[in-house]
């Protein structure tokens, strides 16, 4: 396992879409790995395989409640909507008023390819709709809110560990 280095918004491999993932094996573990590893050091709740510089279809999450590793995911249900605060690690300092469904439901294979389904309101929602669009090209800057700007948000404590 190791950290990878986040690509910041400037980088063009953030604007390219993913690949399908077809071979579940050591060299997919790694990836999934390596992203849990640079999650965890970044204090994020998820990361897109492109933000690491890899165009495959594959994304991690973990609001709090444990880590769920998505691979070629899609959105399959959604509905109600939220205007939240959005922010990114590809982002640093920036964050911006997002409209995102308040529940989805995500079609997924886990790291032995197995399909699953996965659902989630609130934070879990914004945060798989978040790094699915990642797979695509697209940054959460692309979905502010009708009349909505970028801005610096407050700086957290750090979390203790």
């Known amino acids: 396992m190791a950290m990878r280095n986040i690509r910041l918004d400037t980088d063009p491999i953030l ?6 993932v077809e071979s579940f ?10 992203l849990k590893d640079t999650l ?19 994304v991690i ?9 998505l691979v070629n995911p899609e959105v399959v249900f959604s509905e109600g909507c939220q205007r939240e605060t959005e922010g990114c690690l590809s982002v640093p300092d920036r964050a911006g008023i997002t409209e995102r469904p308040m529940r989805v439901r ?11 389904l996965y659902e989630g309101t609130g934070l879990k929602a914004q945060c798989f709709c978040h790094e699915i669009d990642h797979l695509d090209g697209i940054l959460f800057t ?5 009349g909505e700007k970028l ?7 750090k979390r203790k560990k």
């Open 25 to 34: 094996d050591e060299k997919l573990w790694q990836l999934l790995d390596d």
């Open 61 to 69: 999450v973990d609001v709090g409640d444990g880590l769920l590793e």
């Open 106 to 116: 995500v079609r997924a294979q886990n790291r032995d390819g197995n399909w699953c």
């Open 15 to 20: 604007r390219k879409k993913s690949r399908p």
């Open 142 to 146: 692309d979905r502010l809110a009708p």
């Open 40 to 58: 965890s050091k970044a204090e994020g709740v998820g990361l897109a395989a492109p933000q690491v510089g890899v165009l495959r279809r594959a």
């Open 151 to 157: 801005f610096r948000p407050e700086k957290k404590e």
